[in-house]
């Protein structure tokens, strides 16, 4: 993929792959309203992917017209008898037979209009829950002992670690996990060489190498300074004004300090010194104690000088840690709407359809893991979205159902049109915040 994001250009791949992106999630999204509806008895006319001229379409033997448009932001599914594309009013069914109303949305019982609706969000659950099982299976998860995968290019000369090796000890500590091995290397903070004793094959052995620790970018955030300047990971950052760096966690002290100046980057890229310099954006970030603190960043990611090995997963495993992964991203979703709400994080934290667009192009920019992460992230977003209880949106047609269930009667076309007023005047009023955020806080 960094590929082919390198031959497109620039603003060329953000818009492609944002493309893509949001086709996919479209296209899920609505497959959902399409195939829960065919499930239960409601005929769908139209199934869009995008809005405006028909760029192409073709009719299956069920009668739906399928499409792609040309203006690739959103998409609908019309059902049989809907007045417009939102489903929520219904049109002139007074020609049909009672058979055939049974077919439209209108006319077909609650409980098939409800799972219809809700199919939609569900599908983009499915989707996330798919794609981050999909990841784990494809990625695999690191080993339980650390056990060094790709060794990184790294200005060391005594980096004598190779692929494969197991680190028994680091200093004559055991470290017999994950868990254990960062516990110790954590508490050595003085020694930028340190003693590792390995098994390797059959043998163990003691060699010298680099800390863990050491200021080697391990991943970059996508829509960052970092990520604008061009830093990759592996690289490894030398010196940040002029002051040496001889552990990542020296760098986020160093860039809080430039309250947002301009700072330079001295950074080693295989076997070649360069400078960059880059201005930190403040962002929010977990203060630890389940809050969130601002802070001025680069928007890197602590890496070592070697990649940890990974072990396949089964399929129990990848679909309990794609269950895990979806709850926290949740959880996560809602804690930082509620903060912003109490306006105790910035609202920069939003973006409109250029932030989206960037986080498209840039989550290319770093591999496929990258973009197919994003994607589940992005998908499980529309979903929570659309489940917001907005008229036009899936969570407004299901109150109407709800209302429909406790009255035993459906909204008057009046209410339904001034509340459909109201919703898409939320809605795109939330665009237009969202697109002042991309705009004012980038």
Known sequence: ?????????????????????LSVIVFVHEYGHYIVGRWTGIHSEVFSVGFGPVLFSRTDRRGTKWQVAAIPFGGYVKFLGDADASSVRAGDVSGLSADEKRHTMAGAPLWARAATVAAGPVFN??????????????????????????????????????????????????????????R??????????????????????????????????????????????????????????????????????????????????????????????????????????????????????????????????????????????MWLMTTTTFSGLWHMIQGAISSCNLAGAIGMAETAGDAARNGAVSFVSMLAILSLGVGILNLFPIPVLDGGHLVFHAYEAVTRRKPSDRALRILTTVGLTLVLSIMLFGLSRDLMCH
């Open 1 to 21: 993929m960094e590929a082919i994001v390198a031959a497109l250009g620039g603003t060329a791949w953000t818009v492609v792959f944002f493309v893509i992106a």
């Open 125 to 182: 659950f499915i989707l996330t829950f798919v794609l981050l099982a999909g990841l784990s299976l494809a990625v695999g998860v690191p080993r339980e002992e650390p056990t060094v995968g790709k060794v990184r290019a790294f200005p060391f000369e005594g980096a004598a670690l190779v692929e494969g090796d197991v680190i028994l000890a680091v200093e004559g500590q055991p470290t017999p996990d994950w868990a254990t091995f960062n």
């Open 184 to 325: 110790v290397i954590d508490a050595i903070e003085d020694r930028v060489a340190l003693r590792y004793t390995l098994r390797r094959g059959t043998d163990e052995i003691e060699v010298t190498g680099p800390h863990p620790r050491a200021p080697v970018v391990g991943e970059v955030q996508i829509r960052s300074a970092a990520m604008d300047a061009g830093l990759r990971a592996g690289d490894v950052i030398l010196k940040v004004d002029g002051r040496d760096v001889r552990f990542f966690a020296e760098l986020p002290e160093i860039v809080s300090a430039s309250k947002g100046r301009p700072v330079t980057l001295t950074v080693w890229r295989d076997g070649r010194t360069f400078e960059l310099s880059l201005t930190p954006r403040i962002r929010t970030v977990d203060d630890g104690n389940g809050g969130f603190t601002e802070r001025y960043l680069l928007g890197l990611y602590s890496g070592m000088f070697f990649e940890p090995a990974v072990r396949r997963v089964g399929p129990w495993e990848a679909v309990t840690g794609a269950a895990q992964t």
